[in-house]
């Protein structure tokens, strides 16, 4: 067994982009770009950079190209409103996340089977601060590197490596079973809504919730957080999301209708 | 499933020592210390390092203590002359080894297998040749991390990170699989709506359609079919259910209000 390299099903991971949120240092970000190389991952995208050259990031050895093409973008939402599965990471100490939280050996067989099926994000927090609550209400569940409670938390670029590993590993185990991933390819079909119907979805509720009354004046980062999570942990695929979209846009109405009257 | 920390085999871990050979940059010497750090990895080895200065490794927070603990080598010989096992680690485009070659994750269950019985060294070459013949000599075998023909080369940091993962997760499986079992019931224990609470949130949200003019009077049982559909298509836990039926109670208020006024 002389050539390991990665064969296989690698194209999969053509569906994955990696999303770093407000990352400071332009080393880190080169890193991340290095590993997204090595492991057959191409867009990248950034949101809210501290260093606007993070372009220029060094260490990004080979990554040139894929770091000259990475996407900026204003907001979270904007950065994932294509993806069908959109998933934090967090170190196990920082804090306890309100979604649910799965290994990343379990979170590869999860997302493997989501990357048949659509663009899927992996979200990466700033260096110093981690994924805030507000980014992860964006997710619809959380990663987590097993790793030592006296140092659990790993510097950024090493994190990504690790995951992009552990994911492209997914993936060639999957493609060298070749029935059983036509299979899970067929079965991922049954589109997942994307990021941007379930951006929709949350804002006409959020609109509905305000004019009946029920957001509360200073609660209303609260109301937000919670509709967003409940939004984004539940399983809508396209014809739900749209359905729902379509009552909620008749009750609005009718809610708008019976202020102005 | 909330922590989900590294227990079980952990102390496994402590007969593998990481052996880095002529490594240049101080930087990836203190990005490979904190990766040690994360997965409880204790001893490092250093063989004729370029930069005497390496304890000042900067960018290995949490692991100064295991930095200053390091071992400085004059040959590879030297280092590992404690060892059951010498692995080293090559990258796949770099050259033919004349050892054995296996993949990381069967690697893993190799050196799971021997750490069981001695101290295992695990070889890195230096940033920019990697380990040389002379080397690899010491080896048993050689590791290789999957990566892509086009960018094959990985930073050392982020290979020692992938392999250390990859090993912890591997002593962890072996000696975890019951800690996995109640972490899994845990995470189920997020309880699923009952039947009677997805009854009850049909109920109000037909309600609610009613009241707006969504459900066209010779279409309610269509419409009906769909919510009943929706409400059991998605995948609401208990705490979805009881947040969403005080959103639409609230909604349904403000509807009938206007309805009344």
Redesign the interface.
Known sequence: ??????VGR?SQLENLCVVLVAPRNPLNIG?VA??M????VETLRVVNPYEVAFRDAR?A???EDLLSRAEVFGSVADAVADCVLVVGTTA??RR?PLQ??????EAAGLMGAALAGGRVALLFGSEKRGLLNEDLAHCQWVL????????????L???A??CL??L??EC?DAGEESAEGAHSAASCEATTATGGELERLTDI?LE??D????TLPDKAAVTEQ?VRR?IR?????HD?AD??L??LR??L???R???R?
Chains 1, 2 share one sequence.
């Open positions: 067994m002389r050539d390991v390299r990665l690698e890193a290095r590993a190389s090595n492991f057959g260490s050895v080979g990554a196990a100490g306890e649910p939280v799965h290994r990343l050996a987590n590197i097993p790793t030592r409670e006296r140092q659990p938390s790993m510097n670029g090493q994190a490596a690790v590993y552990e492209s590993r060639s509720l509905a919730l004019v009946s009354g029920y919670n409940l942990r539940v399983n809508f695929d739900d359905l729902l379509g009552m008749q009750i109405w009718m809610l209708s019976a202020e009257s």
